[in-house]
């Protein structure tokens, strides 16, 4: 058989059964649109109208082919959703008066993990929506890190990072929702160290349109950071030659630098006492 992929445990982990029930353990069956209520843990809270045009005229056509998971609600016959939101939402718009469903047994806490689960497969949560996500997770049900990595597939220092977004004013989260700056831009911000700093340096970037790298760089010199030093060019074979024979002949680290005219000598010594013996050297005292 061949072996499961996906992002953390699943539906067959979490909820016994999976998706996949015999008829025996209450196969699919249909539901009218109207007995079926959101999860109130999904993260998501934005769905691109492109993408739901796409699925509806979809499911206008051929209807819904994957069952949706729901788990029994507070009254008779009525349905919370746990795994499908976006296709109940196009269902509503094609005019589906009802849909398929797979019943099963959920605790709140396994309707966010699976609701977290579906999105992050299909890679529709933003940045923001999974770590609102993964706060409910941590906070509200007390999960750690590693805990919560391990559930949705992400390594512990992912699911940190993405937490850490949280902590940003909420006119980087703006931008950050509405497009206008990445991910990665976000990130950078959060290295400076108030909300006042990482909001002008919003501007900067927005103002010049400045790239990640970019954004990085700005960061460090409002940080007060140098920049890196750039690396040196290796010299050519004829001048290293000429080094060796000078540090042979000096006993010390010997550099040359050439110029349009002329260049430097860089002689390197390490005491006073070197210093001595270079100068009875040189000097031929």
Wanted: proline fraction near 6%.
């Amino acid at each position: 058989m061949a072996q499961k992929t996906g992002l953390g445990r699943g539906l067959d982990a979490l909820i016994p059964g999976g998706e996949r029930p015999s008829a025996a353990e209450g196969g699919p069956m249909m539901v009218a649109v109207d007995m079926l209520s959101p999860n109130p843990r999904q993260p998501r809270s934005n769905f691109a109208s492109a993408e739901l045009e796409d699925l509806t005229a979809s499911i206008r056509e051929h209807g819904v082919l994957q069952p949706l998971i729901v788990t029994p609600g507070d009254a008779d016959g009525h349905y919370v959703l746990i795994a499908g939101e976006r296709r109940l939402q196009a269902a509503r718009l094609a005019g589906l008066s009802g849909v398929p469903v797979i019943i099963r047994q959920a605790t709140d806490q396994q309707r966010l993990e699976l609701a977290i689960i579906e999105n992050v497969q299909r890679a529709d949560l933003s940045p923001l929506e999974e770590a609102e996500a993964y706060r409910q997770l941590a906070d509200d049900f007390g999960m750690s890190h590693e805990e919560i990595a391990a559930q949705v597939g992400r390594s512990r220092v992912a699911v940190t990072n993405i937490l850490r977004l949280l902590k940003l004013p909420d006119s980087v989260k703006n931008a950050l929702i509405e497009d206008r700056i990445s991910e990665g831009h976000a990130r950078s911000l959060l290295a400076l160290p108030t909300s006042d700093a990482q909001t002008a340096a919003l501007r900067t970037v927005l103002a010049q349109e400045l790239n990640v790298r970019q954004t990085e760089e700005l960061v460090r010199r409002l940080s007060g950071e140098k920049p890196p030093a750039r690396s040196r060019p290796a010299p050519p074979p004829e001048v290293s030659e000429l080094e060796e024979r000078l540090r042979t002949s000096l006993g010390t680290r010997v550099n040359l630098r050439s110029g349009r005219n002329g260049g430097t000598v860089t002689i390197h010594y390490y005491s006073n006492e070197e210093l001595d013996v270079l100068l009875a050297r040189l000097l031929d005292d």
